[in-house]
């Protein structure tokens, strides 16, 4: 196992509640194209965060790279509703162009 990945995980055991963590364990799988466990760390990470409003927005980038559209638009929609929440401006607007995209 990759170093990154394995010290990730590491620190995972130690803080399962860690956002930034789970987030770069996801990160970390995606990048090695093992999309399920990649899939699996974001699932994790948007029900024990959801507010972690970057988790959004790469699982529906995960999902329409794996022509997932439905999917993909539903995240991209929750997404939104979690950037508005936290008044973060930015994300909203970026994941409403990403979502204009798909149609």
């Keep these: 196992m ?3 990945l394995e010290a990730l995980l590491k620190f995972y055991e130690k803080d399962p509640a860690d956002s930034f963590v789970i987030y770069g364990i996801a990160l ?3 990048s090695r194209k093992e ?3 990649g899939e699996e760390y974001l699932q994790i990470l948007i029900k024990n965060d959801p507010k972690y409003v970057p988790a959004y927005m790469q699982y529906a980038r995960l999902k329409e790279n794996l022509n997932q559209i439905e999917d993909a638009k539903k995240l991209y929609r929750m997404g939104i509703n979690a950037a508005k929440q936290i ?3 930015e994300a909203v607007k970026e994941m ?5 995209e798909l149609g």
């Design 28 to 30: 970390e799988y995606i």
């Design 35 to 37: 999309f399920d466990k």
């Design 2 to 4: 990759p170093e990154r």
């Design 96 to 100: 409403e162009e990403f979502l204009d």
């Design 87 to 89: 008044g973060d401006k």
